[in-house]
């Protein structure tokens, strides 16, 4: 087999149009690809400057915020400071003028054991400034009707044999009137 060099080979010219139409085709896109590739490194510069002045300024209004709790911090320190001051001073007053108030004269009875005494003394208390002349009586309250109606009447009760109990044993008495129920009583016979 020989190969032909020689025969020139006639490309038909729609083939030819086709094949530079697909080259002009690929540049355009990759002319496309790397605009927007620039574009797209153009907006991260850009968004990259926006955060770092963002950034600058977060700091700034964290160091002003800073500066003005320290502020506020040192105002409320005088503040308790200069209230300390005076009241310290008030009081360094006050004890001053406490020495040299006039005292009651110490009295010389008291009670002591409900008994009026004639010496005073820490433990015995003083004499009550103020007294009922009049002494305390409970107030007389007539019973009720319904305690008189269960008082007056009689229930008859069914007599059941029992066997004999010693009158010194404890039963549990169910009484209509009392109000503790189911206490333990004697039985009364």
């Keep these: 087999m020989s190969i032909i060099t020689d025969i020139p080979i006639k490309i038909p010219s729609f083939l030819f149009k086709k094949r530079k139409e697909r080259e002009q085709k690929f540049n355009k896109e990759m002319e496309e690809k790397a605009a927007k590739e620039l574009e797209k490194e153009h907006l991260q510069e850009k968004a990259k400057e926006k955060y770092q002045e963002w950034l600058?300024?977060?700091?700034?209004?964290?160091?002003?915020?800073?500066?003005?709790?320290?502020?506020?911090?040192?105002?409320?320190?005088?503040?308790?400071?200069?209230?300390?001051?005076?009241?310290?001073?008030?009081?360094?007053?006050?004890?001053?003028?406490?020495?040299?108030?006039?005292?009651?004269?110490?009295?010389?009875?008291?009670?002591?054991?409900?008994?009026?005494?004639?010496?005073?003394?820490?433990?015995?208390?003083?004499?009550?400034?103020?007294?009922n002349p009049i002494p305390w009586k409970p107030i007389h309250m007539p019973p009720s009707k319904e305690a008189k109606d269960l008082s007056g009447k009689k229930t008859k009760r069914p007599v059941i044999s029992q066997p004999h109990r010693s009158s010194s044993s404890l039963v549990v008495q169910k009484a209509r009137s009392n109000l503790c129920l189911g206490t333990l009583c004697r039985i009364q016979r």
């Design 56 to 131: 600058k300024k977060k700091n700034a209004e964290e160091c002003e915020k800073k500066k003005k709790e320290k502020e506020k911090e040192k105002q409320r320190q005088a503040e308790l400071q200069e209230k300390k001051e005076i009241a310290e001073k008030k009081f360094k007053e006050w004890l001053e003028n406490a020495k040299n108030k006039p005292r009651p004269a110490a009295k010389s009875y008291g009670y002591a054991n409900g008994k009026l005494t004639d010496f005073y003394s820490g433990n015995s208390y003083p004499e009550p400034a103020f007294y």
